[in-house]
């Protein structure tokens, strides 16, 4: 068995310190985090993590069940490239006059699908999202033409399988409270009882 | 539905505040019980005056007594804590609580935590411990890693700078969740008084459901003077990214009755998780339905009576012989409530390899986590083994049992006799403990700091009632008994407590003794002394050739000691003496410290080295 890309999907309440909980728990370990994104889901009060490692597929799983032990967590779930459609999104800035002056690059940025978000006189901003390796080629080939920055964006990634996220989480999130249960008002009310 | 919740709430409140003002009747909360009858009378006089709705009845608290009243709606009445600067505010309220929160000020914020360690684990309930902030937190860090690993649930307040100084190196600042979050379930810092009945309710709830555990609340000391409107304590029930108890798979039950009914060799272990789930009527059951032989982690050590016939020993590093040798001849395997620790498995690619493995446990992380499971039961114990138990069919497994028996009587040949009746001049730590089980009966509560004393009490100490044994065991921390002790002695006053430290832990946390003289907790110490850190020179001795690297420890007069804190005390060296001694420390009304010189160079055995299989436990 080899160690593999895995992207890691934590949700998890909008919690203070909840990153640093779960940072710890790679850390512990000694696993290098490769990217971690972290904002809010399409549900409200629930934020979404997507961390992604290179790590032996049973490590993961164990892991995956320590994070999903942690009181603000929801559901934490892992899975291989193969599952998973992703992207990153990456900023480029290259010097306006040679991008003025040179078709080749105009072509360049055809090719990867990028766009401008920002010209200036001294600079242009291109945006391009996709693949690691799709980014990466873009670089290089800026590079040449006075790259002047750089920066790319953690992975975002979505489950292929149809049921997805989406349906698990409204599955967990049925279970509990049960009929008899009482709500604790000051709970789930945000900003009303807890400084969030 | 918003307006059916916020009745809900007021009718809560409501009786929080009768609650309070029947305590306050009797004595207590003088302030809150006066401002809660004056707003009492004010909404009683509106609406007999056919006045204009008055707004939801609250009353004006501080943060502080906000903290107070939650300690007391979760029924806490002891708390073990050390005041200063930063938790002042809290201190001072307790000042007009003390008929109805009993403080016991310890003389260290470590001994305060083990205290409540202690407390939790012979009572059940949940521990509470106050420190102030900076120092008095850090000096927490050690008793939470400890509650973490042994699942004790535990509250631990400490006060916290103000809110507008937090980041700026002020005066006994230390980010404390920061610290202690590797080290506890659940932590949380308050910055607002309006945010501590809601954090303090999720705090006990997390604190004790589930796989219980140690929650941190950090109060900044402007929440704790802030007074604020308070509408009752409404205690949590429901955390919405929380499950504290897996959905119980009936197919799994299913399953793992068919393997167990159709072993030939079945083995049980079981672990603490039988006694946190106060299951040991349901586990008893179950093994007296199937037969099952079952071994003892030590921390599941007195959930089943230390004679009952299907006890057959401790699993582990000092386990019994026959159970660690038997765990890799067994055909299934069932763990109860256990978490296969290191400590129990020995080399873990040469574990129970023959054996189909079913494991119950509260914590679907402890699944498959250090030995791969063939069926997962995933739920409280307390609700899957009765489960399992109907599906058992009735059976003895007579000649199973009789292997046990028979590598039993090795072990006695081999260690235990020798041990229990030896024919040295030196007296040994295993004859003490024979002869104090003979005066207790079993019925003692016994506490162990950690060594080489603990590993024999745990062995050899006899147990007729649950929750009896409380000892460090994931973390192994030196200087856990003394403070421990005075804790599980609140926690069961009607008890005996007997405190079995070694001469090492001892000094870590005598100071502990100011505690017991000050509030007269009655704890039998019992220092078993052998002038060694007597495990790791046993290691030196096995594994680096005789090399005693700094394992000598002299110790003080502990008698002269002892009368120093007014506790009585004896110190002997002779076996003649032994009996006579235990009977004098056991009749003793009031504390006790017994000094028994053991040998010295005498070694915990059976022993699993480690890196070694549990098959290779050596007898000598």
Redesign the interface.
């Known amino acids: 068995m080899q160690k593999q890309e895995f992207t890691i999907t934590v949700y998890?309440?909008n919690q203070?310190?909840l990153l640093?909980?779960i940072a710890?728990m790679f850390s512990?370990r000694k696993i290098n985090i490769e990217s971690l994104n972290t904002s809010p889901s399409e549900i409200e009060?629930i934020h979404r993590f997507t961390i992604v490692i290179q790590e032996f597929e049973d490590v993961v799983?164990?892991l995956c069940?320590?994070i999903?032990?942690q009181?603000?967590?929801?559901k934490a779930y892992f899975n291989t490239n193969e599952e998973l459609i992703w992207q990153e999104m990456a900023l480029y800035k290259v010097p306006t006059d040679v991008i003025a002056e040179k078709v080749k690059v105009e072509r360049l940025l055809r090719e990867y699908g990028a766009r401008a978000v920002v010209i200036r006189k001294d600079y242009t901003v291109f945006e391009a999202t996709g693949h690691r390796e799709e980014t990466d080629r873009l670089i290089k080939a800026l590079e040449p033409y006075g790259l002047i920055e750089f920066v790319r964006s953690a992975r975002v990634a979505i489950i292929k399988d149809s049921s997805g996220f989406h349906e698990k989480l409204k599955e967990?999130?049925a279970?509990?409270?049960g009929e008899g249960?009482?709500?604790?008002?000051?709970?789930?009310k945000g900003t009303e009882?807890?400084?969030m | 539905m918003e307006t059916a919740?916020?009745t809900?709430?007021q009718a809560q409140g409501a009786a929080a505040q009768t609650a309070g003002a029947q305590g306050a009747a009797a004595g207590a909360t003088p302030q809150a019980a006066a401002t809660g009858a004056a707003s009492g009378a004010a909404a009683t006089s509106a609406a007999a005056a056919g006045a204009a709705p008055a707004a939801q009845p609250t009353t004006t608290l501080t943060g502080s007594q906000a903290v107070l009243e939650a300690l007391l709606a979760e029924g806490v009445r002891t708390i073990f804590g050390y005041p200063g600067g930063a938790i002042m505010p809290i201190y001072d309220a307790l000042y007009d609580y003390q008929d109805k929160l009993e403080h016991i000020l310890v003389r260290h914020e470590q001994g305060g935590i083990h205290a409540a360690q202690g407390f939790a684990r012979t009572s059940g309930q949940v521990g509470v411990v106050f420190a102030t902030s900076g120092p008095g937190a850090t000096n927490l860090v050690t008793g939470l890693a400890d509650a973490m690993i042994d699942s004790t649930p535990l509250v631990a307040i400490t006060g916290q700078v103000f809110a507008s100084l937090l980041g700026t190196d002020a005066f006994q600042e230390t980010d404390v969740?920061?610290i202690t979050?590797?080290a506890t379930?659940?932590?949380?810092?308050v910055?607002?008084a309006?945010?501590i009945?809601?954090?303090l309710?999720?705090a006990f709830y997390?604190a004790r459901t589930g796989r219980p555990g140690p929650v941190l609340i950090d109060i900044t000391k402007n929440a704790q003077q802030q007074k604020f409107d308070y509408a009752g304590y409404?205690?949590?029930?429901?955390?919405?990214?929380?499950?504290p108890k897996p959905?119980v798979r009936k197919e799994y039950v299913e399953q793992a009755a068919k393997l167990i009914n159709g072993a030939k060799k079945p083995f049980v272990l079981f672990g603490q998780g039988v006694i946190l789930g106060h299951a040991e009527a349901e586990f008893k059951a179950f093994i007296e339905k199937g037969g099952l032989p079952a071994a003892w982690t030590v921390l599941g050590l007195s959930a089943l009576p230390t004679d009952h016939p299907l006890n057959v020993g401790m699993l582990g590093m000092h386990g019994n012989y026959a159970p660690n040798v038997l765990t890799n001849e067994c055909d299934v395997l069932i763990a109860v409530g256990m978490r296969f620790d290191d400590r129990v498995t020995g080399r873990l690619d040469k574990y129970a390899k023959q054996a189909q493995v079913v494991h119950l446990d509260i914590?679907?992380?402890e699944?498959?986590?250090n030995v791969k499971t063939t069926v997962p039961v995933w739920g409280d114990c307390k609700e899957t083994l009765p489960l399992l138990t109907a599906l058992l069919e009735k059976k003895t497994h007579s000649e199973w049992m009789g292997k046990f028996k028979e590598l039993g009587k090795k072990e006695v040949e081999a260690v235990i006799h020798n041990e229990l009746n030896p024919t040295t001049e030196q007296m040994t730590m295993g004859e003490v403990i024979k002869i104090l089980n003979e005066l207790t009966g079993g019925d003692a509560v016994i506490v162990t700091d950690v060594g080489q004393h603990q590993m024999v009490a745990c062995r050899y100490a006899h147990f007729n009632k649950t929750m009896s044994n409380v000892t460090s065991g994931g973390l192994g921390t030196m200087g856990f008994g003394l403070p421990a002790a005075i804790g599980a002695k609140y926690g069961a006053p009607d008890r005996t407590v007997v405190a079995i430290i070694g001469d090492g832990g001892f000094q870590m946390t005598l100071q502990e003794l100011g505690t017991i003289m000050q509030f007269g907790a009655e704890v039998k110490i019992l220092i078993l002394n052998n002038q060694f850190l007597g495990m790791v020179r046993q290691w030196q001795q096995l594994f680096n050739d005789k090399r005693y690297s700094f394992v000598n420890i002299t110790s003080p007069d502990y008698v002269a000691l002892a009368k120093a804190y007014s506790i009585e005390g004896a110190s002997i060296n002779v076996r003649a003496q032994l009996k006579g001694a235990l009977k004098t420390m056991l009749d003793h009304k009031g504390s006790y410290l017994l000094e028994v010189m053991v040998g010295k160079e005498n070694n915990v055995f059976p022993m699993v080295p480690q890196g070694c299989s549990v098959a290779e436990i050596r007898l000598s």
């Open positions: 998890t309440e203070i310190g640093n909980r710890i512990r009060g799983r164990k069940r320590q999903e032990k009181v603000e967590v929801l967990f999130e279970q509990e409270p249960v009482i709500e604790n008002e000051y709970l789930g009882v807890f400084s | 919740k916020i809900k709430t969740i920061n979050t590797p379930k659940w932590n949380y810092q910055t607002d309006t945010e009945p809601a954090a309710a999720k997390i409404v205690p949590c029930q429901h955390v919405r990214s929380y499950r959905i914590d679907p992380a699944i498959d986590k």
